[in-house]
């Protein structure tokens, strides 16, 4: 097992590792812009004075070199977590080499490993040639594969609780089955499920993005919400907390009664990767701050969140996780009618910059000819639910309402601009983290309050 009392130098490794991905992804930026810059790996910083024709050039896709270096030291940690097998002889056979080595706890380290230099190349293709959506969309997947086939090979749950009338629906049009109580398992549906999610972590995170620190600073905050829930389940709280938090009870002579056994390792597993993960953002993010020095591009986006769906699904939390990504959902929502072509997607959906006040206001897509019955009606219900500005021609008669000329792009950091009025790039930023972080505190509150239901077992 990864986790016994021996196993706390892995751990505190670990928390060194994550100090020095920090200090790497604050020193190496800067050492590496240069270069970037030279192969024409550079962008126009968009929301700046001079913006698309004269915007400062700033290095791009500098999420390659934290990449690098995170899986470097993710490789150099391999062996820490078996330490403990090198040193005790009874563990050695005839040959010198342990013989009850945990195979599969290195087989989903791997797999885990794999899954994230698939996706970093994967990313850096996308920063290289701009690949098509339809294009990119599958290439997760396929990353996933080996992730999937780990899950399956631990024998990885496929039940959800639910209600007994879902349930009850799902077994009767025969996609799901159930066990006892509330319990449905929900078989390939459940895999179906989990074969999305790096699709949906990895671009999701992609297009929240066009302001100076908002895409690493999601990522950090999305990284400590896993730190902090793997944290719940290591064996590392006192007692009086637990008793006082009720959950715990001596008597019963049990620390945490989910902390315990392969559970513990799992989280254990999640953190050894989401520390150092956490050390890199906020080491990059000291360079992609406003005013940014350094963009993360797409590399950075799908190497984060592939890192989220690899820990989940290994750590059997992949419902957990996508509870920290309720502001992607959103904006993955409100952007659907633009990702799937209903209203015109332009290439740059960020904020635009006004050069008066250096300030953000929201950005428009314009309609030069009136939009098509579909689009209106969608445009019609968004503005209702007040997500989007719509701009209207004057009516040609009193009883209809004129045509739409232009509506905001629809994504949460216009909807934000349009609720809140301009602001500053960095105000905004910090507005979108602060969404964020209520994001997860809703998800923990739902995890452990309302929805513990859902998730037990
Ligand atoms: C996604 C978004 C796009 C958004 C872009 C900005 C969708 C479908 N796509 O596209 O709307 O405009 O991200 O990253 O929603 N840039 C800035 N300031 C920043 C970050 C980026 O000006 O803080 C500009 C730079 O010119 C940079 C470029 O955006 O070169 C990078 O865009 P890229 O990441 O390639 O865009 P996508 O991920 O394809
Ligand atoms: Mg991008």
Known sequence: SLYEESRFPALQANVGFALLAFVGGVWIVPRVSEAFIEKGLKGRDLLKPGGRSNGPWIPECLGLPCASWYLGLMMLFIPFPFSHLFKSKSLLGDVGRPESFPHNELTLYLSSLLSLLTATLLGFIDDLFDIRWRHKLPIPIVAAVPTLLVYYSVGGA?????????GGWLGGIGLGRFMDGNVVDLGPIYYLYLILLPTFTTNSINILAGINGVEVL???IISLSVLLNDLLFLPIWPESLL????ISNPQQGRILDWAIGEVVDRHLMS????APLSGVCLGFLWHNWYPAKAFPGDTFCYFTGMAFSAVAIQGHFSKTLI??????????ILSCPQLFGLVDCPRHRLPSYDDRSGLLNPSRVIFELPPPRKTVIVLEILSFLK???????PPINESSKGYIKSSTNLTIINFLLVHFGPMREDKLCILVGIVQVSGSIIAFAIRYGVGSWFYGG
Not at 271 to 274: A, D, G, Q, V
Not at 323 to 332: A, S, T
């Open 158 to 166: 496929t039940s959800v609780v639910l209600p007994k009338a879902v």
């Open 218 to 220: 999601q990522a950090l």
């Open 243 to 246: 008793v006082w938090m009720k």
């Open 271 to 274: 953190f050894y990767f989401m």
């Open 323 to 332: 509870l920290f990504f309720i502001p992607q959902i959103f904006n993955f």
């Open 387 to 393: 997500l989007v500005k719509l701009e209207r021609l």
